[in-house]
């Protein structure tokens, strides 16, 4: 998102303009008439935005102020495109551009610089390293990558990323690098042709767009050629699209729908829906419509649009933007616990200060000249501070977050953490065709092994990799390991709240693993899984007699059994490792830095046998039916009233809620040897 003033680039607003309705007055371009109307959408936008991610019940859909802002940039940045000029095509690119430049980058950069100084102080050295990482990625506007990377938008909701929105700035200016080139050279070539062309590249996008919501979702969420065509539409409506709407009869009904459209997303969209795609149309067309209506002449909802509270808040949209994930982020991080609602009550008042002070000092002075008024000093000041920053981010980076900083206790407590981080993944990113073949990552002898042993299985079976290799050198056996993130394995069934990308990715996957036993053909098949994750409300996707006596998840897991070879085939499951509240190591250590008793983090035992009462029975039911060994890590774990989280020599248990650490997977080792009795 990039809330956007391109319409009325004021000079001299920096020190002397108090008010939105002042701040219109000083339109620089008076060939593109002021819309405050337009300020008031942007405000209802960002609102929505900031309340989503700052998790406010009700708001579950206000992500698509994204898409608002988007549709509103394309239509403003085409109208400065439009304005007649007298320069020639490169002094038309160049004056865009250094608008563009003063537009984003001086409210950026003190963000940046700020977001730098508080988390080389709060941050763990694995977050920070992350932070270095995408602050690098932003400065090369290319924050959506890396965003893109560590995975889905829905999934990246926690206090560890306080970059993680930019990844729509990003989209926004890698659009506009080549959008005004083709653009403005265009306008000569095509003549009356170039509204014909944006809208077919637009339902080029569109299309893209659809189909990727079901076979890349995050790629589509992410990347310019599944976004562009919601910018393109705000395009054509400033070309003239839609233009008609200004004087229908019907106008003043359908601005109001169109804006009710709006306000339902945001309160009736959540995370569950395949967007953007299909459902991204609403938001989108709605906004044209509030664009095209009042585009000759005020429309009864611009009129209440354009209320000065709206218009101001549409004005400092830009900054509220800028702010709210850090401040949310790094007050998440500080306190550990969730926030009462008094105290997001108290963050969002101080995100919409801290925004004000900003667009007061930093945006409009840099923007209305009054600071730094020629290019070149501009220039110079923005290159100087974007080395600073660009230097800042990769010591983060490359330095694997300053672990220096850290206390003996604290280097302990997160130091076992990623040992084996390298050797997971590449087991994670092996080749389908590859593990069929039964080309497994492995681990113990060489050669002249006395046994085979096959874990399959997803991330949480990686975790154990380090008890495995203990295990693989100590018994003289040979430990294989066929994994893949998310998959559980079993057979002939999915979960309803899977994409059905990922169901086919997840099929073929377990069918290769299941070539691979056969290739290798270990006397010993280990089972392990998140098995709840995302739940156990599975559906068959392949006919069977036995549906109607047996639960689809046991269903699918019989499936499994039996393409293994069992009983003829030893095999073992790994029960579920407990879930924590809090994310470990990062919770503990605030906790311990605060000066707070992180006694509260532990899981009680009584609730972790809850948390997987329904599993644990599905396993009892299949163990005395099909008699395989079973071990539950809870028994290691949950031994007294809490469950373990910090090993006795003060090593974190868990990498994360839900993974074990080197530590965790040492601890459980001992627990393992009864899946490899009478083995080697």
Same mark, same amino acid.
């Given at each position: 998102?990039?809330?956007?003033?391109?319409?009325?680039?004021?000079?001299?607003?920096?020190?002397?303009?108090?008010?939105?309705?002042?701040?219109?007055?000083?339109?620089?371009?008076?060939?593109?008439?002021?819309?405050?109307?337009?300020?008031?959408?942007?405000?209802?936008?960002?609102?929505?935005? =900031?309340?989503?991610?700052?998790?406010?019940?009700?708001?579950?859909?206000?992500?698509?102020?994204?898409?608002?802002?988007?549709? =509103?940039?394309?239509?403003?940045? +085409?109208?400065?495109?439009?304005?007649?000029?007298?320069?020639?095509?490169?002094?038309?690119?160049?004056?865009?551009?250094?608008?563009?430049?003063?537009?984003?980058?001086?409210?950026?950069?003190?963000?940046?610089?700020?977001?730098?100084?508080?988390?080389?102080? @709060?941050? *763990?050295?694995?977050?920070?390293?992350?932070?270095?990482?995408?602050?690098?990625?932003?400065?090369?506007?290319?924050?959506?990558?890396?965003?893109?990377?560590?995975?889905?938008?829905?999934?990246?909701?926690?206090?560890?990323?306080?970059?993680?929105?930019?990844?729509? =700035?990003?989209?926004?200016?890698?659009?506009?690098?080549?959008?005004?080139?083709?653009?403005?050279?265009?306008?000569?070539?095509?003549?009356?042709?170039?509204?014909?062309?944006? &809208?077919?590249?637009?339902?080029?996008?569109?299309? @893209?767009?659809?189909?990727?919501?079901?076979?890349?979702?995050?790629?589509?969420?992410?990347?310019?050629?599944?976004?562009?065509?919601?910018?393109?539409?705000?395009?054509?409506?400033? @070309?003239?699209?839609?233009?008609?709407?200004?004087?229908?009869?019907?106008?003043?009904?359908?601005?109001?729908?169109?804006?009710?459209?709006?306000?339902?997303?945001?309160?009736?969209?959540?995370?569950?829906?395949?967007?953007?795609?299909?459902?991204?149309?609403?938001?989108?067309?709605?906004?044209? &419509?509030?664009?095209?209506?009042?585009?000759?002449?005020?429309?009864?909802?611009?009129?209440? *649009?354009?209320?000065?509270?709206?218009?101001?808040?549409?004005?400092?949209?830009?900054?509220?933007?800028?702010?709210?994930?850090?401040?949310?982020?790094?007050?998440?991080?500080?306190?550990?616990?969730?926030?009462?609602?008094?105290?997001?009550?108290?963050?969002?008042?101080?995100?919409?200060?801290?925004?004000?002070?900003?667009?007061?000092?930093? $945006?409009?002075?840099?923007?209305?000249? +009054? !600071?730094?008024?020629?290019?070149?000093?501009?220039?110079?000041?923005?290159?100087?501070? +974007?080395?600073?920053?660009?230097?800042?981010?990769?010591?983060?980076?490359?330095?694997?977050?300053?672990?220096?900083?850290?206390?003996?206790?604290?280097?302990?407590? &997160?130091?076992?953490?990623?040992? @084996?981080?390298?050797?997971?993944?590449?087991?994670?990113?092996?080749?389908?065709?590859?593990?069929?073949?039964?080309? !497994?990552?492995?681990?113990?002898?060489?050669?002249?092994?006395?046994?085979?042993?096959?874990?399959?299985?997803?991330?949480?079976?990686?975790?154990? !990799?380090?008890?495995?290799?203990?295990?693989?050198?100590?018994?003289?056996?040979?430990?294989? !390991?066929?994994?893949?993130?998310?998959?559980?394995?079993?057979?002939?069934?999915?979960?309803?709240?899977?994409?059905?990308?990922?169901?086919?990715?997840?099929?073929?996957?377990?069918?290769?693993?299941?070539?691979?036993?056969?290739?290798?053909?270990?006397?010993?098949? &280990?089972?392990?899984?998140?098995?709840?994750?995302?739940?156990?409300?599975?559906?068959?996707?392949?006919?069977?007699?036995?549906? $109607?006596?047996?639960?689809?998840?046991?269903?699918?897991?019989?499936?499994?059994?039996?393409?293994?070879?069992?009983?003829?085939?030893?095999?073992?499951?790994?029960?579920?490792?407990?879930?924590?509240?809090?994310?470990?190591?990062?919770?503990?250590?605030?906790?311990?830095?605060?000066?707070?008793?992180?006694?509260?983090?532990?899981?009680?035992?009584?609730?972790?046998?809850?948390?997987?009462?329904? *599993?644990?029975?599905?396993?009892? $039911?299949?163990?005395?039916?099909?008699?395989?060994?079973?071990?539950?890590?809870?028994?290691?774990?949950?031994?007294?009233? +809490?469950?373990?989280?910090?090993?006795?020599?003060?090593?974190?248990?868990?990498?994360?809620?839900?993974?074990?650490?080197?530590?965790?997977?040492?601890?459980?080792?001992?627990?393992?040897?009864?899946?490899?009795?009478?083995?080697?």
């Amino acid at each position: 998102m990039q809330p956007s003033l391109e319409d009325h680039d004021r000079a001299n607003a920096a020190a002397k303009i108090l008010t939105a309705a002042a701040l219109a007055r000083s339109s620089r371009h008076g060939s593109l008439p002021y819309r405050p109307d337009i300020d008031g959408l942007r405000a209802i936008s960002v609102l929505a935005v =900031i309340l989503f991610h700052a998790k406010v019940p009700g708001f579950a859909g206000g992500y698509v102020g994204v898409d608002v802002f988007f549709v =509103i940039s394309g239509y403003l940045i +085409t109208q400065v495109l439009l304005a007649p000029s007298e320069r020639s095509l490169r002094g038309q690119l160049r004056h865009f551009y250094l608008r563009r430049c003063r537009r984003i980058l001086p409210a950026l950069l003190v963000m940046l610089l700020v977001s730098a100084s508080l988390v080389s102080w @709060l941050f *763990l050295p694995s977050d920070l390293t992350r932070f270095g990482r995408h602050l690098s990625y932003t400065l090369a506007l290319v924050n959506n990558l890396a965003v893109w990377r560590d995975g889905g938008y829905f999934d990246l909701q926690s206090p560890f990323n306080p970059l993680l929105h930019l990844w729509s =700035i990003a989209v926004e200016e890698q659009f506009y690098f080549a959008f005004p080139l083709i653009f403005l050279a265009s306008a000569a070539a095509l003549k009356g042709g170039r509204r014909e062309l944006l &809208i077919g590249v637009g339902l080029v996008s569109f299309a @893209l767009c659809v189909w990727a919501s079901y076979q890349k979702p995050s790629a589509n969420f992410f990347l310019v050629p599944t976004r562009a065509w919601e910018l393109l539409l705000g395009s054509v409506v400033a @070309l003239g699209v839609g233009r008609s709407l200004s004087a229908h009869p019907a106008r003043e009904a359908l601005a109001g729908i169109a804006l009710l459209a709006i306000l339902g997303c945001v309160l009736g969209y959540d995370d569950r829906i395949r967007y953007p795609g299909l459902y991204a149309l609403v938001p989108c067309v709605s906004a044209a &419509i509030l664009l095209a209506t009042a585009r000759d002449s005020p429309s009864s909802v611009s009129r209440w *649009l354009s209320a000065r509270p709206l218009v101001f808040t549409g004005l400092i949209s830009y900054s509220l933007y800028l702010w709210h994930v850090p401040v949310l982020a790094f007050s998440g991080y500080y306190h550990v616990r969730p926030l009462a609602s008094w105290q997001v009550a108290v963050l969002l008042l101080s995100i919409y200060l801290l925004a004000a002070l900003s667009w007061r000092y930093v $945006e409009a002075p840099v923007r209305g000249r +009054t !600071l730094l008024r020629s290019d070149s000093r501009f220039l110079a000041a923005v290159g100087v501070l +974007t080395v600073i920053v660009g230097s800042i981010g990769l010591t983060f980076w490359l330095s694997a977050g300053l672990p220096a900083r850290l206390s003996a206790a604290d280097a302990t407590l &997160i130091g076992s953490g990623d040992r @084996l981080q390298q050797d997971a993944t590449d087991c994670a990113l092996r080749p389908l065709a590859a593990i069929a073949t039964g080309s !497994l990552c492995s681990y113990g002898p060489g050669s002249g092994a006395r046994a085979d042993v096959v874990v399959w299985g997803d991330s949480h079976a990686l975790a154990l !990799l380090p008890a495995y290799e203990r295990i693989a050198t100590a018994r003289d056996v040979r430990v294989h !390991l066929a994994v893949h993130s998310s998959c559980r394995p079993l057979l002939g069934a999915s979960s309803r709240a899977e994409t059905p990308t990922h169901r086919r990715l997840c099929a073929d996957f377990n069918r290769a693993a299941v070539d691979a036993i056969a290739a290798i053909d270990p006397v010993l098949v &280990i089972l392990s899984a998140y098995w709840g994750y995302p739940d156990l409300d599975i559906a068959a996707t392949t006919g069977d007699e036995r549906a $109607e006596q047996l639960p689809p998840f046991q269903l699918a897991f019989v499936a499994a059994l039996e393409a293994l070879g069992a009983p003829r085939r030893k095999v073992c499951v790994i029960g579920e490792v407990p879930t924590l509240t809090y994310v470990m190591p990062y919770a503990y250590a605030v906790a311990r830095w605060r000066g707070e008793d992180p006694a509260f983090i532990a899981l009680p035992s009584s609730e972790a046998k809850l948390q997987h009462e329904l *599993l644990d029975r599905n396993f009892t $039911e299949l163990r005395q039916r099909y008699g395989f060994v079973f071990v539950d890590p809870k028994d290691a774990l949950c031994t007294g009233a +809490t469950c373990a989280i910090v090993s006795a020599d003060g090593r974190s248990l868990y990498r994360d809620t839900n993974h074990l650490s080197v530590a965790g997977a040492e601890l459980l080792g001992g627990a393992l040897d009864a899946c490899f009795a009478g083995i080697g």
